[in-house]
């Protein structure tokens, strides 16, 4: 897939958006993430919200399996993102 500029990914666990480049030149001690499944963010740090709502929590959690069927296409996953207008 050819890189799309200015595409976003979220991250799983809070839902928070960030930038595919930004994720992508991470050294690990921002993000964790396998692959495209991000489970904590300088955001969150891994521990959701307690405020995000139960249906906000279901529709993360939809996008987890989509995610690690992506692999480490980050640029796929932001395409999906888009397409099911998650961001």
Same mark, same amino acid.
């Given at each position: 897939?050819?890189?799309?500029?200015?595409?976003?990914?979220?991250?799983?666990?809070?839902?928070?958006?960030?930038?595919?480049?930004?994720? #992508? /030149? %991470?050294?690990?001690?921002r993000?964790?993430?396998?692959?495209? *499944?991000?489970? !904590? @963010?300088?955001?969150?740090?891994?521990?959701?919200?307690?405020?995000? #709502? /139960? %249906?906000?929590?279901?529709?993360?959690?939809?996008?987890?399996? *989509?995610?690690? !069927? @992506?692999?480490?296409?980050?640029?796929?996953?932001?395409w999906?993102?888009?397409?099911?207008?998650?961001?």
């Amino acid at each position: 897939m050819n890189e799309m500029n200015g595409t976003r990914t979220i991250c799983l666990c809070c839902g928070k958006e960030w930038a595919i480049a930004e994720v #992508a /030149e %991470d050294d690990g001690k921002r993000f964790i993430r396998r692959g495209c *499944l991000i489970g !904590a @963010c300088p955001a969150c740090g891994g521990t959701r919200p307690e405020r995000l #709502a /139960e %249906d906000e929590r279901r529709r993360l959690d939809t996008f987890s399996g *989509l995610a690690a !069927a @992506c692999g480490e296409d980050l640029e796929a996953f932001g395409w999906f993102l888009e397409v099911f207008k998650v961001i």
